[in-house]
């Protein structure tokens, strides 16, 4: 297990395009277990592959308060969507950077789980909002990219700024 370093945004890596992952073995589930320490470790509720420089589509999800109900997603595809709902984002790799953005207010998804078994969930709320998140990172979108253009030049100001600060 290891906690592995996340890319932050605007890196080039972070709008690539994930591949579906082919035959979940020991090195997809080697993966997940580093997703999810990087992921408890930061802390955050969810991290897709792509945010660890990992081109696969796999993504690890845990909104539990108690942080014990880890959801390992791969392959996974949006079948339903239903409503809209509007919540105050982050991301791991927007650090410092919260921002209200709209999507779907419920949403069916099929996907894999850590043994290549298929499994449907039908999620809402913050569950929902989650999920799409990260299933935006394994088509090369960010968070931030849902805003106007205006909003986005600011966070990239004001990014800029932070890591001159902490060079
Ligand atoms: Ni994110």
Same mark, same amino acid.
């Given at each position: 297990?290891?906690?592995?370093?996340?890319?932050?945004?605007?890196?080039?890596?972070?709008?690539?395009?994930?591949?579906?992952?082919?035959?979940?073995?020991?090195?997809?589930?080697?993966?997940?277990?580093?997703?999810?320490?990087?992921?408890?470790?930061?802390?955050?509720?969810?991290?897709?592959?792509?945010?660890?420089?990992?081109?696969?589509?796999?993504?690890?999800?845990?909104?539990?308060?108690?942080?014990?109900?880890?959801?390992?997603?791969?392959?996974?595809?949006?079948?339903?969507?239903?409503?809209?709902?509007?919540?105050? =984002? $982050?991301? !791991?790799? *927007?650090?410092?950077?919260? +921002?209200?953005?709209?999507?779907?207010? &419920? %949403?069916?998804?099929?996907? #894999?789980?850590?043994?290549?078994?298929?499994?449907?969930?039908?999620? =809402? $709320?913050? !569950?929902? *909002?989650?999920?799409?998140? +990260?299933?935006?990172?394994?088509?090369? &979108? %960010?968070?931030?990219?849902? #805003?106007?253009?205006?909003?986005?030049?600011?966070?990239?100001?004001?990014?800029?700024?932070?890591?001159?600060?902490?060079?």
């Amino acid at each position: 297990m290891a906690v592995l370093p996340i890319l932050r945004y605007p890196d080039e890596r972070l709008h690539r395009l994930a591949r579906p992952v082919v035959v979940v073995d020991e090195s997809v589930r080697a993966l997940v277990r580093d997703m999810a320490e990087t992921m408890y470790a930061a802390p955050g509720i969810g991290l897709a592959a792509v945010q660890v420089g990992d081109p696969r589509q796999v993504v690890v999800i845990d909104i539990s308060e108690a942080r014990d109900e880890l959801r390992t997603f791969i392959n996974p595809v949006i079948v339903e969507a239903a409503g809209t709902c509007e919540f105050e =984002e $982050g991301c !791991l790799s *927007v650090p410092g950077i919260y +921002e209200t953005v709209r999507r779907a207010a &419920r %949403v069916k998804t099929q996907s #894999l789980d850590e043994r290549g078994r298929p499994f449907e969930l039908v999620a =809402e $709320g913050l !569950l929902a *909002v989650c999920i799409q998140h +990260e299933i935006d990172h394994l088509h090369g &979108r %960010v968070f931030v990219e849902h #805003l106007s253009r205006l909003k986005q030049s600011r966070i990239l100001a004001k990014l800029k700024k932070q890591q001159r600060l902490t060079m």
